[in-house]
């Protein structure tokens, strides 16, 4: 304890006289919310030591800064609708597959979620697996079963609405079920939550709820059109209405593709006005990159509250079409798909 | 002074029992002690410690009182000294291997309820919770209660490394330096009981126990950070495991666990420490700190 003066110890004579409670632990207080700053040493001790309680992207330029998202946190995945934000999540399960997690997702049927993960777990493509169970397949159905029953054993599934009470059941149900609470739960996404009226307001009811039950929290959140709409660069304010504040990190997902084709748009209606060689060159030069980045998935880190922990600028991936397997391109590197696209058309001409 | 002086004001102030002693590597030595027991602490040839209580009045006596701090924390002894200061009451800090012990004389045979409960109302008056106050019985029954090892261990061979009184600059005191002291600033019976009757008790109901189901590892989870550290990594080098112990048992109390749950995390990391586990009485020793911790009733 600390050294007290002669003052406060007279005071606590006089508490004494008076015959007021003595202290029941020389820790324990009355106080609820007030705790010594020295009991975050200790928080953080055991944040540092217990890595494997943190739930990692499996993305390593982001494990890197962001050093996993730890019980009680919340990250949040940003990103346009139909811009790979549930992909890039599909990845993250694949690459969590010994962790216990809850996947709230109410706008898409498990069966959907099932198909696509075997397919990404897998490398099928989507429509051969499709057309393979729709001519009842056996290998195909029983890589379904295979897929649900023994590659993700730990992932629990609610595609019903998002009401609170429900959460609250479903988690309860889940933690009974494995005997322990979940390491993960996942909400795609935050819109669909049926807690509050506004995007704040349900942000603080999830990160409440991971905080109650001390568990890490991974939250999907569709940005608003005017700054993400087109694939363009996230940025810290591309969250809808707010509720970004509330997460320790921020993951931006977006397709490049569509920042090209928004550009190469106007550049048509500026060419029809008055044609110039530069705008010609840029236009070209954009077709070419939109035959690329058909191909790309990108990542950043746009916020993270981990001391020493930086930011991390567009890391691309290549996305493959038919199955939704994402893979890193290293720098200058070019999607494979689109390396065997050109060459595939290219053939005939070169023989 | 020579060494009979100090032999005879050495006994005057620590003496005790008269028919055992404590022994410096633990137990208990039923043989007599008398001032050439003390001379040959003094002197390093039997390093020895004092139980205090003796037959006093009907009940059982003391002459000095002593709580130890088995912690680095001098800044909590310093407290202590200052709260008997304020009341008159002259205390002195040893240095111990550990940490410190703080010792009160009393200038003539006391009831040992009266030291005791002087000890842990000042305990009281600084909000430090008194784990190791001597004696740690008001009555033994028919036991010898808890012996406390003396300082100045060898000291008249060569100034003791280990065990000396500290004066107000935290400095080291020799033996003679502070005997006369101490032997002056010894408290009357009269100002001790003053300070005595101040205590405030608290009472404590065990609480009645429910039936666990749940593992252990899965209680843990709901206990704080703090608490699964203190459980997963046990003591910090140097402290020791009882009050290891103790402040996990209030910190489950914090943390919201039943008592229920707090015996089983307690159990558990004391099955790991090793602390009480093989004794007879551990799960008595294990109940009494959740009694303590969830069964204050003032």
Request: contains cysteine.
């Amino acid at each position: 304890m600390p050294r007290l003066s002669p003052e406060e110890i007279v005071e606590g004579w006089k508490k004494v006289e008076r015959g007021d409670s003595p202290p029941s632990s020389p820790t324990s207080t009355n106080y609820r919310l007030y705790e010594p700053l020295s009991s975050a040493a200790d928080s953080y001790v055991h944040w540092a030591q217990t890595p494997h309680e943190r739930v990692y992207t499996g993305i390593t330029a982001l494990d890197k800064q962001m050093r996993g998202i730890a019980p009680g946190e919340m990250s949040m995945l940003v990103g346009h609708s139909h811009g790979g934000k549930t992909l890039v999540l599909l990845h993250m399960l694949t690459q969590n597959r010994n962790k216990k997690i809850a996947l709230f997702i109410p706008d898409e049927p498990k069966t959907l979620v099932l198909t696509k993960l075997t397919c990404i777990h897998h490398g099928v493509d989507a429509n051969e697996l499709e057309y393979r169970v729709g001519q009842d397949d056996s290998a195909a159905i029983q890589l379904l079963r295979q897929t649900a029953e023994e590659d993700f054993p730990n992932l629990a599934v609610f595609d019903q609405p998002l009401l609170p009470s429900d959460m609250e059941r479903a988690y309860g149900e889940v933690s009974d079920l494995w005997g322990e609470p979940p390491d993960l739960v996942v909400v795609d996404y935050l819109e669909l939550v049926e807690a509050g009226e506004t995007v704040p307001a349900k942000a603080q009811f999830l990160k409440a709820f991971g905080r109650r039950h001390n568990i890490p929290l991974l939250v999907l959140h569709q940005t608003s059109r005017t700054s993400g709409a087109d694939g363009r660069k996230l940025t810290m304010s591309s969250g809808a209405y707010g509720g970004e504040q509330q997460a320790t990190s921020l993951i931006g997902v977006r397709r490049k593709k569509y920042e090209i084709m928004s550009e190469m748009t106007e550049l048509l209606e500026n060419l029809d006005r008055s044609h110039t060689e530069r705008k010609q060159d840029r236009f070209d030069m954009l077709r070419y990159e939109l035959k690329v980045h058909e191909y790309t998935i990108s990542l950043s880190l746009m916020k993270n509250k981990r001391p020493g922990g930086s930011l991390v600028d567009d890391v691309d991936f290549e996305l493959d079409i038919n199955t939704g397997r994402i893979y890193e391109l290293k720098s200058g590197e070019l999607p494979d798909q689109y390396l065997k696209n050109v060459a595939w058309k290219e053939q005939p001409e070169s023989f | 002074m020579d060494h009979l002086d100090v032999v005879e004001d050495f006994v005057s102030l620590f003496r005790g029992r008269g028919d055992a002693y404590g022994s410096w590597e633990g137990g208990c030595v039923r043989s007599a002690v008398s001032p050439q027991t003390f001379l040959d602490h003094l002197n390093g040839e039997l390093l020895f410690g004092v139980y205090p209580l003796v037959p006093f009045e009907g009940e059982f006596g003391c002459v000095w009182g002593c709580s130890d701090i088995d912690v680095d924390d001098l800044d909590s002894a310093r407290n202590l000294q200052t709260a008997f200061f304020l009341k008159s009451i002259t205390a002195h800090i040893e240095k111990t291997v550990k940490g410190y012990h703080v010792w009160v004389f009393a200038s003539d045979l006391v009831p040992a309820a009266t030291m005791r409960r002087a000890f842990l109302s000042a305990h009281q008056a600084i909000n430090y919770i008194a784990k190791e106050v001597n004696p740690k019985q008001e009555n033994p029954g028919t036991g010898f209660g808890n012996y406390v090892r003396l300082p100045y261990p060898s000291e008249l061979k060569s100034p003791s490394e280990i065990r000396y009184m500290l004066d107000d600059n935290d400095k080291p005191m020799s033996l003679t330096s502070w005997l006369p002291f101490a032997v002056q600033s010894r408290t009357s019976r009269a100002r001790l009981e003053e300070v005595a009757n101040m205590y405030v008790q608290v009472q404590y109901v065990t609480p009645v126990l429910d039936v666990v189901t749940e593992s252990v590892k899965k209680i843990i989870k709901k206990a704080s950070a703090i608490s699964f550290v203190i459980w997963r990594d046990g003591p910090y080098p140097g402290a020791d495991r009882s009050s290891a112990l103790y402040k996990l048992a209030h910190r489950l109390h914090d943390d919201g666990l039943t008592a229920s749950e707090a015996v089983a995390i307690l159990k558990n990391a004391d099955e790991r420490w090793g602390k009480y586990h093989l004794r007879a009485d551990g799960e008595e020793e294990l109940m009494k700190m959740i009694t303590h911790a969830y069964g204050a009733t003032t």
